[in-house]
């Protein structure tokens, strides 16, 4: 069965960094598109950056030049680097792997999600 875990949620001051981590046990990062997606109260989830099975990343223009999705396939592991972070930048983050379309925009959602985690900017 596939879990994902993530972790490294907190809060922060504008302008702070944070990294978030997704462990996967029972699945094979190598293998498929992964994400990371967001829900801020009351709005809807949108897609916040992607990475494939051979590495290439695509972000939301919202995040593109703060944000850094990254893998480390030995470890199973997802990453996302956020720097500069605003407070619009709060939300739950969720991890998601195994995309029906590897984009950020995608509406199709993916085959698996973590249980998130909270990021809370304040200005």
């Known amino acids: 069965q596939v879990q994902l875990v993530e972790s490294g949620g907190g809060s922060v001051q504008a302008g702070g960094s944070l990294r978030l981590s997704c462990a996967a046990s029972?699945?094979?990062?190598?293998?498929?598109?992964m994400g990371w997606f967001r829900q801020a109260p009351g709005k809807e989830r949108e897609g916040v950056a992607v990475?494939?099975?051979?590495?290439?990343?695509s972000y939301a223009s919202s995040v593109k030049g703060r944000f850094t999705i990254s893998k480390d396939n030995a470890k199973n592991t997802l990453y996302l680097q956020m720097n500069s972070l605003k407070p619009e930048d709060t939300a739950m983050y969720y991890c998601?792997?195994?995309?029906?379309?590897?984009?950020?925009?995608?509406?199709?959602?993916?085959?698996?999600w973590g249980q998130g985690t909270q990021v809370t900017v304040s200005s």
């Open positions: 998601a792997a195994d995309l029906v379309l590897c984009s950020p925009y995608t509406t199709y959602g993916a085959n698996y």
């Open positions: 990475i494939d099975r051979d590495g290439n990343t």
């Open positions: 029972g699945y094979t990062y190598s293998s498929y598109c």
